[in-house]
């Protein structure tokens, strides 16, 4: 089944310490999106890819980075986690166009110690 | 600042009624329209997309649009206990606005056996 995969599930940093979340589809979709998501919130949108092209939303912190060698793969970078970068992060496709259906990946649930 | 109004609830609904989530946009400009559900701990889920005025069934769901109230509601028929989720409405202003979808916080239902 096509779908969005997120690779880890759960992931325990330290504060301070880099970490890498990943995200793959096989929907071969243009558009990924990374998302912030916490306790009781709508979801926040740091960044999104149209094809190569990168979008960063304003009020995304410098602390967060996303690359996207391909296609397919995306990642979040967080050079240097604080306690408040606790979250879900959600990777999110359409295939064209930021007002098309979006379709979420499982969410990789980060902890930061 | 462009906002998606929900109340957060928790609503309540026996089971076999008629769940009424109801959603609430500032963005005049509107023209794509999303519902969401998101169990705990999970990832949204797309459940409904509407884009012109009326209504839109599909199975036990059924979209209401309403642009010059700038309002929008999902009616879930013969609620389920499977149906207790938190439920997102999201709206998309056009590449001339904010060309992004914006997200509600959500409204937590849950169906009481």
């Known amino acids: 089944d096509a779908m969005v995969i997120q690779n880890p599930r759960y992931q325990v940093t330290q504060f301070g310490k880099p970490v890498t979340l990943s995200c793959s589809q096989t929907?071969?979709?243009?558009?990924m999106y990374w998302y912030q998501q916490k306790s009781s919130q709508a979801p926040k949108l740091l960044f999104h890819?149209?094809?190569?092209?990168?979008?960063n939303e304003a009020d995304t912190p410098d602390n967060f980075q996303s690359r996207r060698p391909n296609t397919s793969f995306c990642f979040l970078d967080i050079r240097s986690p604080g306690l408040g970068d606790a979250a879900m992060y959600l990777c999110?496709?359409?295939?064209?166009?930021?007002?098309?259906?979006?379709?979420f990946g499982p969410g990789t649930r980060l902890t930061v110690t | 600042q462009k906002e998606v109004e929900q109340n957060s609830g928790p609503l309540s609904v026996p089971e076999g009624a008629i769940a009424s989530l109801n959603c609430t946009y500032s963005?005049?400009?509107?023209?794509?329209f999303f519902w969401y559900r998101q169990y705990s701990g999970k990832s949204p889920e797309l459940i409904m997309s509407?884009?012109?005025?009326g209504d839109k069934e599909d199975g036990r769901f059924t979209a209401q649009l309403n642009k010059a109230s700038q309002y929008v509601s999902l009616l879930i028929r013969d609620s389920q206990p499977s149906d207790s989720a938190t439920y997102l409405c999201?709206?998309?202003?056009?590449?001339?606005?904010?060309?992004?979808?914006?997200f509600g916080s959500g409204t937590r239902l849950s169906i009481r056996p």
């Open positions: 999110a496709t359409s295939t064209a166009g930021t007002g098309d259906e979006q379709y």
């Open positions: 929907l071969n979709h243009n558009v």
């Open positions: 890819y149209y094809d190569k092209d990168f979008n």
């Open positions: 963005d005049r400009v509107s023209q794509s």
């Open positions: 509407i884009y012109s005025n």
């Open positions: 999201a709206t998309w202003g056009g590449y001339s606005s904010a060309s992004k979808i914006i």
